[in-house]
């Protein structure tokens, strides 16, 4: 069996994570209790389900604090288990709040909608350490569609190196493991002729790799990625995330990505994305 968790914030687009599995012919739950995940996953594989997905959250309540111990006994009864964490910044889920005018899960007349978000995170926290993330603060409801289709189809069998790009002036992505700062190198946005390029095209790169601090500064970051990949793989690790930023995310984090992406993907899994791209 293929079991997807989804799991987050409230407001941070589980339901639309769970329609994109549901499209993709997964049977799919929406608010399951945490306790009851290993007795409806032994139902569903006895009765031949190959797909399935559910939403687990913090109105599991008490139980969601056994959700890990669930997850790991899953596994070893050999249920292929992927959790899926959604994300988002404070003040993104407020102002999302606000439009809707819909009322927090947590809320019961005490807590403010910006208490409610801080509890949900502690409430969260440990099923958060062993999933992956992704944090749609920056994300249209059709980038995040195509990054839940690209992580249900990803091979998950050992570590994915994701490498994604942003900027700065939007905010740094909550789900990296590493961040790199490319904003001291020249930029390719003050050159009229390249400002309306990203970091994909060739006269991009070629402006950047004419200076020698661009190919110093990838060197470091490749040599620190490979250096220290082989620890997380011995920690067991399916995903590392290795964010690049620049002051907009479209020309040179996005060419760093890109080389990256390049040199890991032949003895790596590799995925890319290049977030103000999405926007």
């Known amino acids: 069996m293929q079991l997807v968790i989804i799991t987050g914030l409230s407001g ?4 639309v ?7 993709g012919a997964f049977y799919t739950t929406d608010n399951l209790p945490a306790k009851l ?6 139902f569903l ?3 031949g389900y190959a797909r399935v997905a559910v939403s687990i959250d913090a109105r599991s309540g008490g139980t969601l604090s056994d959700l890990p111990q669930h997850v790991r ?9 992927r959790v899926l964490f959604l994300e988002a910044k404070t003040e993104t889920l407020l102002k999302r709040f606000s439009e809707t005018r819909r009322r927090h899960p947590l809320s019961a007349g005490e807590l403010t909608v910006g208490e409610c978000i801080a509890r949900e995170r502690e409430l969260l926290a440990d099923i958060g350490a062993e999933s992956h993330h992704i944090d749609t ?3 249209n409801p059709s980038a995040l569609r ?3 289709k690209e992580f249900v189809e990803s091979d998950h069998s050992g570590l994915t190196l994701l490498f994604q790009s942003f900027g700065y002036k939007h905010g740094i992505p909550l789900d990296a493991d590493f961040v790199f700062d490319v904003r001291c190198l020249p930029n390719p946005f003050y050159d009229p002729a390249l400002r309306p390029l990203t970091g994909k095209h060739r006269a991009v790169v070629d402006f950047l790799e004419a200076n020698a601090n661009v190919g110093r500064m990838y060197a470091d970051i490749r040599d620190f990625v490979q250096n220290w990949l082989p620890c997380f793989v011995a920690d067991n690790r399916s995903y590392v995330t290795v964010a690049i930023g620049c002051t907009g995310g479209e020309h040179r984090s996005v060419y760093f990505v890109e080389k990256l992406a390049e040199n890991f993907r032949a003895a790596r899994r590799v995925l890319v994305r290049h977030r103000e791209l999405s926007i």
């Not at 994570?17 to 499209?23: I, P």
């Not at 006994?73 to 288990?81: E, I, P, S």
């Open 146 to 148: 195509a990054w839940i």
């Open 37 to 42: 995940l290993p007795d409806m996953v032994g």
């Open 73 to 81: 006994d899953l596994k070893a009864r050999g249920v292929g288990v």
């Open 137 to 139: 603060s920056e994300l």
């Open 12 to 15: 941070s687009g589980k339901s």
């Open 45 to 47: 594989r006895e009765a």
């Open 17 to 23: 994570a769970l329609k994109v599995l549901e499209d």
